[in-house]
């Protein structure tokens, strides 16, 4: 039987969404951890008969496509380590549907699957850590004449555990939570206040002005609102030398962590108008995990108020837009969030409430939105 071409490295699913060149190490791992939980959450509710049915000729059941995914970890984690100590190996295929029929994936046990599914994807996540900046670019060849570096590995890994959940179908009881990063995780409002008005300063503009426009948009967006004149990529170089100023002024606020705590076994993301490493280091910097899912501005055609980056992150879910929660601070993420047909919750760090009048609900901080939070989870799933 022939094998079905590779995914390219730079492979975007049409069916799922996903774009290999916008995830991230990081990104790809949070993927994988979280899909343990989010098999269980899918899988457990359905009877037997449903789990093992065949929707089609030659099509797998949902029970097939987790112990795919439950082997998927186990293999490309040998992959990964081959990878990384031998000179370009050659790697065996997996043969999926051979796999399947030897293997007699659906005659196992589904609680026997999960429970590898999620060692697996652990043991798989915690090798995927380890890999130094050097190693990513290691490669072998998976079929003749087609090499893989071990950084489309992990990509691939991560993506076969979020397209076959699309695969299986959406649960009822999948929710997300969404959050914009400035002004709701991040406390950047006194540093970006002060690099805004230092820029505005040496461009002879109004610093009130130019503030005024900054919220919940890209920088490059308000360069070309403020100062349509200027060279609007050069001009973000200058406001990026300005922030490396700043260094570690960007604290995370106080109740981020008991509110990302709350969703460790939920679905969540960030939708945010910075970038994927600035994004990063500040939340690990306060003691934050990596998102399992992060659309920056580089991902996006329109930044917000556009809806795309927020519809994008529900694509990347598996979600439905009407099942996404969005936490904002600002006029322009609220007006995202609501143009997406998603939920908000404003919290007001930002902006007086007669700004944020287009969120659902308001709160004064994180803390005091959690409890919204959960009730909104909690209705959701009864």
Known sequence: MALPPLPEEGHHCESCGLRYGDLTPSAAL??????????????????????????????????????????????????????????????????????????????????????????????????????????????????????????????????????????????????????????????????????????????????????SHTHGRRPVDTIQVVAPQLDAAAEYRLIKEFMAHEGDSFPVYPDAAAVLRLLQDRRWGVVTSGRTPTVLQRLRAGGLPDPPILVDSSQVRRGKPDPEGYLRAAQLLNVPAPDCLVIEDAPAGVEAARAAGMTVIAV???????????????????????????????????
């Open 30 to 211: 949070g993927l994988i951890r979280s899909h343990p939980a989010r098999y269980r959450r899918r899988l457990l509710h359905l009877p037997i008969d449903v789990l093992r049915r065949r929707p089609a000729p030659g099509v797998w059941s949902a029970l097939e496509y987790a112990c795919h995914v439950r082997d998927v970890y186990d293999v490309y984690g040998t992959r990964v380590r081959r990878t990384l100590t031998e000179h370009e190996p050659t790697l065996e295929p997996m043969r999926n549907d051979e796999r399947a029929e030897q293997g007699a994936y659906n005659q196992q046990t589904l609680t026997a699957v999960l429970l590898d599914l999620e060692r697996n994807a652990d043991r798989f996540a915690a090798l995927a850590s380890e890999i130094s900046a050097l190693q990513w670019s290691r490669s072998a060849v998976l079929l003749p004449r087609e090499r893989r570096t071990v950084l489309w590995m992990v990509r691939q890994a991560a993506h076969e555990g979020l397209h076959h959940l699309h695969d299986i179908g959406a649960s009822p009881t999948d929710r997300a939570v969404l959050f914009d990063v400035d002004g709701v995780l991040v406390d950047s409002y006194p540093a970006y206040r002060r690099i805004w008005s230092r820029w505005a300063t040496h461009r002879n503009l109004d610093p009130d002005l130019v503030w």
């Open 348 to 382: 007001r760090t930002t902006h007086p409430d007669e700004e944020l009048a287009g969120a659902h609900h308001r709160a004064d901080t994180l803390r005091d939105a959690l409890p919204l939070i959960a009730d909104w989870l909690d209705r959701t799933h009864r």
